[in-house]
């Protein structure tokens, strides 16, 4: 499989919203198949460390603690 990961940041009403993308190709149906299974144990992990990474950038940008 293919991954792209990203972070977007744009205006917001009280100030910016920063968001996460990550987008994901199979390059067979073999590839996505296993993909699945590999991403039914590794995603629920990826879910947290995706949220506390914009924690910290949301921390980092108002100047509060890192």
């Known amino acids: 499989v293919k991954i792209a990961w990203s972070f977007a940041v744009a205006a ?5 919203r920063v968001t ?5 190709g199979a390059t067979d149906t073999t590839a996505r198949r296993r993909f699945r299974r590999y991403w039914r144990f590794v995603g629920p992990a990826s879910s947290v460390i995706r949220r506390r990474a914009l924690a910290l950038i949301a921390r980092s940008a108002t100047g509060g603690p890192e």
């Open 20 to 24: 996460t993308v990550t987008l994901v």
């Open 12 to 16: 917001a009403a009280t100030g910016s």
